[in-house]
């Protein structure tokens, strides 16, 4: 049985991957969308039925419509590492990353200088723009 523990190890090996728009090859370049779908799939906890690709740089809705098919929503209160974490600057959903442990999360972050897969503490702006947590199923139904 996979474990949250277990999704942060494998998201972990992701630090340093650069940042590429909707890419998701470990070690050559993901963006944060990738980086989910790239553990999930080493996992084996990605259907088949979840779109890689053709999703733009701005917020359209496509990530919160994929969370909301693919994961189960939980309250924040019950976050854990492991768990799926999504952001919005506007209406829209923005950007996603794993929780990675109390306060922080693992996240494919293009901006700046960082360009790459990095680990943060979920502070300030981001803490203030959290939309939703999100949950595998097959971490709920064990």
Known sequence: MITGDDIVKAAREWKGTPFH???AV??????C???IRGV??????????VPVTNYPR????????????????IPHSQAQAGDVVSFAWARDVQHIGFMSGEGT??????AGSRGK????????????RVRGIFRFP?????
């Open 105 to 110: 999360v693992i996240h494919g972050y293009g």
């Open 58 to 73: 701005s917020p359209d809705g496509t990530f919160e419509r994929i969370l909301n098919e693919v994961l189960v929503r």
């Open 138 to 142: 097959e971490l709920i139904n064990g």
């Open 40 to 49: 999930a799939a080493e996992l084996g906890l990605l259907p088949d039925h």
């Open 26 to 31: 470990k070690g050559v370049g993901c963006d």
């Open 21 to 23: 728009h909707q890419a």
């Open 33 to 35: 969308y990738g980086l």
């Open 117 to 128: 897969v990095v680990e943060t503490p979920l502070q300030g702006r981001h803490n203030a």
